[in-house]
């Protein structure tokens, strides 16, 4: 898993697209030169002949197109408001190329590189020092993302969850199952082992009619089957 910030932006101070985005649950990145190219069918290694990005352009586009993967965060800047965090989601799929995309900027260009987001409601705008202000796409490394975390533990948790456990017992727990995690990469975890047992709790409920509960007394899920107690333990695996 990993985390990354992205501008949301036609161009330095051009259309603002992060509306569409929110509403569309997507986001998006594209470059003169390979604006009408499914770069799925590429990889970084063979590029199409239209690639003729400079600058900081290939690697953001690199980046959006082959590396971020499924469950990796993305952090959205505003570049309009003096470098100001203000969204925050989870990618739910791989690159696509919408033909049919509606979004466009004020040239009138079509926008049809997206990655699928589940945007968070709940996340808290913040300042922060940009890096790398001329880059679209940029990972961020541990400490960055410890400062990012800091004051949006409610969207880092996600939506809708069944623990019923306080954030400092979650935060034990956490710091007990993976003792050598840092604070920043805890912070990644628990969003993923909280969907993670979510989903667990779901299946079981869904597929086999089984009740079940999650992080009670130190356990991860506990459930009844065939008559005796059954306990999980559940692991996150980050690749970092």
């Not at 259309?15 to 929110?22: A, F, R, V």
């Not at 998006?28 to 400079?54: A, C, E, N, Q």
Request: proline share 4%; aromatic share 10%; glycine share 8%.
């Amino acid at each position: 898993m990993n985390a990354w910030r992205m501008a949301l932006r036609s161009g330095y101070k051009g259309k603002d697209l992060w509306p569409m985005c929110e509403e569309e649950k997507v986001a998006v990145l594209t470059y003169k030169g390979i604006y009408d190219i499914d770069l799925s069918r590429y990889s970084p290694g063979k590029r199409p002949k239209g690639w003729k990005l400079k600058g900081s352009a290939p690697s953001s586009m690199i980046s959006f197109a082959w590396r971020i993967r499924s469950g990796d965060l993305i952090f959205v800047r505003d570049s309009m408001t003096d470098n100001e965090m203000i969204a925050f989601g989870t990618v739910k799929g791989p690159y696509r190329f919408d033909r049919r995309s509606k979004i466009r900027d004020d040239h009138g260009i079509v926008w049809h590189h997206k990655i699928d987001v589940d945007w968070k409601k709940n996340f808290k705008r913040f300042k922060y020092h940009d890096r790398a202000p001329n880059k679209s796409v940029l990972q961020l490394n541990e400490e960055e993302i410890e400062s990012f975390c800091s004051g949006n533990a409610l969207a880092m948790a996600g939506d809708g969850s069944v623990n019923s456990l306080s954030n400092d017992e979650q935060a034990k727990q956490l710091e007990q199952a993976y003792p050598r995690s840092s604070p920043a990469l805890l912070k990644l975890i628990k969003p993923r082992h909280r969907a993670l047992a979510n989903a667990f709790v779901d299946w079981l409920k869904d597929i086999h009619s089984i009740k079940a509960q999650w992080e009670r007394k130190g356990i991860d899920v506990r459930f009844l089957f065939g008559g005796a107690e059954m306990i999980g333990e559940l692991k996150i695996c980050i690749r970092w």
